[in-house]
Structures are given as C-alpha cells and as structure tokens.
C-alpha cells in the first residue's frame, strides 16, 4: 500500500505530531511524507531524515504557507490518484483539512484511530472513549486521522529519503489567513511532555492558578494543562484544555489539581502511565481513577508538595 | 442572510455509555436524549446573528429518526425559524450528512451554515470540513468568535498552539468549538410558540443520497480498566512516590 502522510509543521520545524502519523502510516505501507508549506524547505530536509519515511514531497508555495485548508486539501487530493491512504495526525491541522480531503475523494473518513487493526481495520473511541470501536472501510481509498498517543514517535533520524517538489493547484479563492495569537512559553509542550500538571475550577481565577501550580510544574519541569472549566473561566488560554474535545495527553505522570474528573476530561487523560489526584472530595471521580490518590486542600497540599521537592 | 444550522440528537452528556454485552454498540435504550452540545452553541450563535439584524432567517436541520424532531423543537424555541428533519432509522455517518446538507445548502441557498465542530457520540469531527469541499465553499472550523463583515466572515479558530483568526468569503461553513458563546435556555413561552412553527420533513430519497455506510462497525468493546489506585496519606508519601517515579 502506498501511504501519504501529511508533514505538521510550522514552516520551520518538522512537529513531533508528525512523527507518530509516520508510525500509524508505516503500518499500512510504503511512507511518502507530504510538506506543503511556504519556504519550508528545511522541514522537507528534516523530514527526509526521519525513519521510514522512503519519500518526501514538497509543496513550497505562498499559498499553503497558513495551511489553509482550502487550498491544501485539493492539492492532497490531487496527489492521492498515486497514492492508497491519506494519514494525518489528529491535530488541529490535521482534523480541518483530512476531511476537506476525503469529501474530495468521495471516502468516509476514520478519525483518531489508535491502531491499525488490519489492512482495512483500525480502532478508534467513540463517546468520549467510553468505548472503542473496531471498524473496517470499504472504500477504495482510506482517509485517516492517527492518535498520537497510540503510536510511537517514530525516530527523526534514520532515514535518507528524496525530496522531490509537487505543485496543486494554487489559491482556491475562498479564505484567507488573518493573524494568530501563539502562546509561547518555556515549558514542555502539553502533548509530549513527561508530566503535565492540570488545575481546574478549584483554581479560582487565573492569578490564584498560575502563583499555585506554576511552582509545581517548574519543578517538575511538567506542562500545564487545564479542565474545561478552567479554560472557560479565563484562568488559562483554550489551548491548556485536555478532554474528549481538548487534547489528548498520555504522559508518564498526569497530576489533576482540583478536577472533578468529568467523563469528557477523562476522556483526555485516562491512558496517562500514572494518574494523581489531589482533590478535597474523596468521592470526586477522578479519586476513582488515579493510581495516587491524596484528598487535601490543594491550596495546603500544593505549597506543601513545592516546598518539599525543591 | 439566510443561515442554515445542523443539530443532531445524541445521547445526553451527563449520561455515561454503556457498551451493550454483545459488543454491537452502546446501549441507548431508555437513555436520555439531547441535543448535540455544540450544536446548541451553533443555534445560538444564529440567533444572536438575527437578534443583530444580520441573519433574516434560521433554518435547523436534523438527519436522524422521527424522535429528531424533539431536538429540531429545541433549537425553534431557542429562536429558529422553521426545521427541516431528514428522516432514516439507519445509521448515518459524516459523509453521508455532509451530502444532505450540500443538497439542502443548494436549495436554501443560505449565506452561512453553522454546525458544531464535532458529536459527542461518533466523535467525529468531519461534517463541516466536508460540507465545505462539497460546496466548494471557505470553512472555519472549531471557532471561537464569529463577525460578519459585508460578504465575508472573520473566523478566529481553536487551534493546538493558541488562536489563529481566517477571513473566508460568503457563503461559508462555520463549526463551533465551546468557548464561542453560551447558548441560552429556551423560556416556556418560547417553547410553546416553537411548536407552532414548521417542521417539513423529508427522506434521505428526497435528495438524491446514497446514505448506504461506507465503515462497517466490526466490534464496539469498553476500554481496558486502570487497575485500582491506593490513597495516599500524605504529602511527603506523594513526595516519595514521585521519587520512585522517577520525575522528582
Ligand atoms: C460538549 C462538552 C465538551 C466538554 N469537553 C471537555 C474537555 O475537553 N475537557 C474537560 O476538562 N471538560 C470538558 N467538558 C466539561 C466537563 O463536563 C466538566 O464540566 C469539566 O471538566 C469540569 O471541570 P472541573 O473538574 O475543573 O470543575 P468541577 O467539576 O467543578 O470540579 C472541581 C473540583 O475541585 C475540587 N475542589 C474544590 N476546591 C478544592 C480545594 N480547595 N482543594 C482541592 N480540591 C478542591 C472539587 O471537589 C471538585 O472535584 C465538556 C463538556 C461538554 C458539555
């Protein structure tokens, strides 16, 4: 089987997210990694070099520069006559353009698959992962969105492939890229970190969540994520927020401050190594799922816990 | 402008699924019922948009069964103007909804469809991007504010690293992601005057969709169970576990 899979990157840097969707593509066949972008000719490079990747093809154009879905998903659908499966990684990026991408091709996607079960066949969660179904497509075609955290991160050095250059069709007319507000910040990234520290509600307002968890994560060299509520009450930015419809983490260590643990917060969390909890509430239900469960007053607990690990 | 808005009637969020024992799915039997959350974001951004004398009218549809019609009721007494129900008992998927919709969109001729980003059943999160290609029109999806300006609309996105905001021309498709408003409780009056406004309700026959699944669901199972965690007395207990764990 031949396999695209889509480059996620920022022009500049080939994005970690990219290597588990290698891994997922691997799994199905022959890997050509897709870099549409505008003067990324570094990440094409980097990409290169990624094992299991045996070809690169860059798209290098003003056009997909913002990654605008659409004027990037008629050049991937352009492309795909050559190819058997489409894989990109379930990001952002990754869930706005698949599907403009399978509409094209006239295939149902298969979103955030966690593995690939056989050449048509793949599990993914449904209802907040409460339940993972196991699903086969009849397309002639696959159209897929990989979970990163249910495939390994394949390795960024390894490999030798061609870079090759690809052109589409150019401006479809219909949007254009206004401005973006990135958070840049020191910590890990909430994805790939080892430990995230998350607070919710208890928190109070975004002064008492920063001056109570910040110390913890520092010295944890964690990142921080957040419940809805959280997120919702202006303590931290929308990209903090972990769940059925934030982001998936899985890190070794996933301490939830102040969480109720709702069905849609475990949802993003659950398949984290080891789960703490400090909580006031011994019946909160995420003191049913940690692996460490400590009730107290986060607002003792969490100084105490700071001053104790430096 | 006409705005044409998608609800989908899903099982309520604060109702945990179960997986049915011969593994064919979730059980909804005798489950309550709601509408899709970002859905209700969806209608009340619509309504907001008439309250400011941009939208002139709201058209809701619903795919799904004849008890859909509840859930097109719901978005009416928000402030809806009439409900469209494509009726089937089969399952639905993205796809399929998206070439509903596509057909309905060419009928209506709406300035702006608005759909939730994804349902909390399928999680999916397909329909909207897939209107869009179908239409061959601009999409914004998982938006958290929404302006129209003359015959464009200025979408800031959700996006992993933060905020990202695109001008798409009109019409266009818009998804909702949770902060982009909160939608409103219908009040009593409202809802009593919902019932009197129209429902037409169609079949998927109707416009020509082969809604036939293009995914066949082999297996529905409950996630492994985390095995049990113990208490911790202590914050120097959690100090030395944290240790052991090799993080501190
Ligand atoms: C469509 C939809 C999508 C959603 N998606 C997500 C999602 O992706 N992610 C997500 O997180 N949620 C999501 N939610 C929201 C979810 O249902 C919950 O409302 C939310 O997770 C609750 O956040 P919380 O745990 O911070 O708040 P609460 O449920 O209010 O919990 C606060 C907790 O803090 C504890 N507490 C209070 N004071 C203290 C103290 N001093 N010391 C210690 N503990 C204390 C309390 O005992 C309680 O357990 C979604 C909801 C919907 C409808």
């Not at chain 1, 066949?29 to 003067?39: K, M, S």
């Not at chain 1, 070794?252 to 398949?271: C, P, T, W």
């Not at chain 2, 909207?128 to 998982?142: D, E, I, K, N, S």
């Amino acid at each position: 089987m031949k396999v695209l899979v889509w480059a996620e990157h920022d022009n500049a840097a080939l994005k970690d997210a990219t290597l588990s969707a290698v891994t997922a593509g691997g799994q199905l066949g022959e890997v050509t990694l897709l870099v549409a972008g505008a003067a990324c000719a570094a990440v094409a490079d980097a990409g290169a070099k990624v094992a299991g990747v045996s070809a690169v093809l860059l798209a290098d154009d003003a056009v997909y520069g913002a990654g605008l879905a659409e004027n990037v998903a008629p050049l991937v659908a352009g492309i795909m006559g050559e190819f058997d499966a489409f894989v990109a990684p379930a990001t952002t990026t990754g869930k706005n353009i698949a599907p403009r991408v399978a509409a094209l091709l006239d295939v149902m996607q298969i979103s955030d698959i966690l593995t690939v079960e056989g050449p048509k066949s793949f599990t993914r969660p449904i209802y907040a992962g409460n339940a993972i179904a196991t699903v086969e497509s009849s397309d002639a075609k696959l159209v897929i969105t990989a979970r990163a955290t249910g495939f390994a991160k394949a390795a960024r050095e390894g490999g030798s492939a061609s870079v090759s250059p690809v052109s589409g069709s150019g401006d479809a007319g219909l949007s254009s890229f206004v401005s973006a507000q990135v958070a840049v910040s020191e910590r890990p990234e909430l994805t790939s970190a080892k430990v995230v520290v998350s607070g919710g509600r208890a928190l109070k307002d975004a002064q008492t969540f920063a001056d109570t968890l910040y110390p913890l994560a520092d010295r944890l060299n964690a990142a921080v994520g957040a419940s809805r509520a959280a997120v919702d009450a202006g303590f931290v930015p929308n990209d903090y927020q972990v769940g059925q419809t934030g982001k998936i983490v899985a890190p070794e260590v996933y301490i939830a401050v102040g969480i109720s643990g709702a069905i849609q917060h475990l949802a993003g969390m659950k398949d984290s190594k080891t789960i703490i909890a400090i909580n006031k509430d011994p019946d909160a239900p995420i003191m049913q799922v940690a692996d460490l469960a400590l009730t107290a007053d986060l607002f003792t607990a969490v100084p105490e816990l700071v001053s104790k690990l430096a | 402008m006409k705005v044409l808005v998608g609800v989908k009637r899903v099982i309520d969020y604060n109702v945990r699924p179960r997986v049915k024992a011969d593994g064919s799915g979730v059980d909804l039997a005798n489950v309550k019922m709601s509408m899709n959350p970002f859905d209700e974001i969806a209608v009340e951004e619509a309504v907001r948009l008439k309250e400011k004398g941009v939208a002139s009218e709201i058209v809701v549809v619903s795919v799904g069964p004849a008890k859909a019609v509840d859930t097109l009721r719901t978005a009416l007494a928000m402030g809806a103007d009439r409900g469209i129900l494509v009726q089937t008992d089969e399952p639905v998927e993205p796809l399929a909804v998206a070439k509903l919709f596509h057909a309905i969109a060419q009928e209506e001729a709406p300035g702006l469809v608005i759909l939730g980003k994804q349902a909390i059943d399928d999680d999916s999160n397909q329909t909207g991007q897939m209107l869009a290609a179908l239409w061959g029109r601009g999409q914004g999806t998982f938006a958290s504010a929404v302006a129209i300006e003359g015959d464009a609309v200025t979408v800031t996105r959700e996006v992993d690293g933060g905020l990202e905001t695109l001008k798409l021309s009109l019409p266009a498709v818009v998804t909702t992601d949770l902060r982009l408003n909160e939608p409103r409780f219908a009040s009593l009056p409202n809802i009593m005057k919902a019932r009197s406004k129209p429902v037409a309700t169609k079949a998927p026959a109707d416009f020509g969709v082969d809604i036939t699944p293009r995914l066949k669901t082999l297996s529905v199972a409950e996630p492994a169970p985390r095995k049990a965690g113990v208490k911790v007395e202590s914050v120097d207990a959690l100090v030395e576990k944290l240790k052991e764990l090799g993080v501190a």
